[in-house]
């Protein structure tokens, strides 16, 4: 049911699909002291995409973005949990739907950067709690060096 | 079908009783936590407490009232209609932790909770064990079964909890139930914050 990938065609994701999955996001467990402690932002622009992906290894044709409201400025480790669990609805969903996912919980410094910048995002007021790297999976090519011996 | 199952997820926190998820349930749920944890190991360990296990573990985690204290500000967000069901909910949970066949703790190295910053090892940590909590809850769900994460005000129930299991290196990520829902919570208002770029 979780279909993990690092690598992805370089296909768009159906506008129906990408639906679906921006509903799944919805649905993360979160403390009912409050609102719903997150703005999931979703990169699908060519153009954004690639700014984006420039920092990171994993390359996909749709990013998710998990930001979460930090507490009085400083991380709050439960919202930080949220977005957690709203990636793991994302790779699940995904999955159902043919595509793959890759979440990514502590990117590099660069992309957060350039996540914050182009999400238009305030880094006082948010974390980037987690990032969703959605797809079709291409096939992965895993090198796998071991001896083989024949005999007689 | 799966969307379903997602939006139907809801924190329970009562449950039929003498109900026992069946092995295969339990094994699918595991599958689920060894596939986020293959991608993502960290020291991790998951109890899987039930019968007379549970019945001694309860009054542990009960003590000082310190689930008590949580659900009471939980309860100060719901509106004033629900609150009086919330808190007779509130006063059964507290006899036996809702009466769930099966309670799961998830534990993991954490940092010290009176710190506000905390080292990127041990947010990394959370983050997984949440991933694994909420692997668990879904596929939970897809098995028909429920589940109902609760939380501690007290370190040193945690320390007792701990010391009851037997574990010195790490600390509890996560508490959650399983078992057969016997509630039909009120369904969730969600507001859509998602942005396309």
């Known amino acids: ?152 | 079908m799966v969307l379903d199952f997602i939006k139907q997820r809801r924190t329970i926190r009562k449950y039929k009783r003498g109900l026992i998820p069946s092995e295969e349930a339990l094994e699918e749920i595991l599958s689920a936590v060894r596939l986020i944890y293959a991608q993502y190991p960290i020291p991790f360990k998951l109890y899987i407490v039930s019968g007379r296990t549970r019945l001694e573990l309860v009054p542990i985690m009960r003590q000082h009232y310190s689930i008590f204290i949580d659900l009471a500000i939980i309860g100060k967000a719901v509106s004033e209609e629900v609150r009086p069901i919330f808190e007779k909910l509130m006063v059964e949970f507290m006899k036996d932790l809702g009466g769930a066949p099966i309670t799961l703790i998830g534990l993991t190295k954490l940092y010290d909770w009176k710190e506000e910053k905390w080292p990127d090892w041990a947010i990394r940590n959370w983050k997984v064990s949440w991933m694994i909590a909420q692997a668990i809850m879904l596929y939970a769900k897809k098995n028909g079964l429920d589940t109902g994460s609760f939380t501690f005000a007290s370190a040193s129930i945690e320390e007792k909890i701990l010391e009851f299991l037997g574990e010195r290196d790490l600390n509890i990520a996560f508490v959650l139930n399983l078992g057969y829902g016997d509630e039909n919570p009120i369904p969730k208002d969600v507001e859509w914050k998602v942005v396309e770029i």
Not at chain 1, 66 to 85: I, Q
Not at chain 1, 111 to 118: C, L, T
Not at chain 1, 119 to 127: F, L, N, P, Q, R
């Open chain 1, 1 to 152: 049911m979780l279909n993990f990938s690092e690598k992805f065609l370089d296909v768009p994701v159906e506008d129906g699909k990408l639906k679906i999955l921006e509903e799944s996001t919805l649905y993360a467990p979160y403390p009912l002291k409050s609102p719903q402690p997150w703005q999931v932002v979703v990169v699908k622009s060519p153009e954004r995409v690639r700014e984006l992906v420039k920092f990171h290894r994993i390359k996909s044709p749709v990013i998710f973005l998990f930001f979460v409201n930090r507490d009085f400025e400083t991380v709050c480790l439960t919202n930080l949990a949220s977005g957690c669990a709203q990636a793991v609805n994302l790779a699940v969903q995904a999955s159902a739907l043919n595509l793959a996912c890759f979440i990514d919980i502590d990117p590099p410094k660069d992309f957060v950067d350039k996540a914050f910048e182009i999400a238009k995002i305030s880094k006082t007021e948010y974390d980037l709690s987690a990032v969703g790297f959605v797809g079709y999976p291409a096939k992965e090519e895993r090198e796998v060096f071991f001896e083989v011996e024949r005999r007689g």
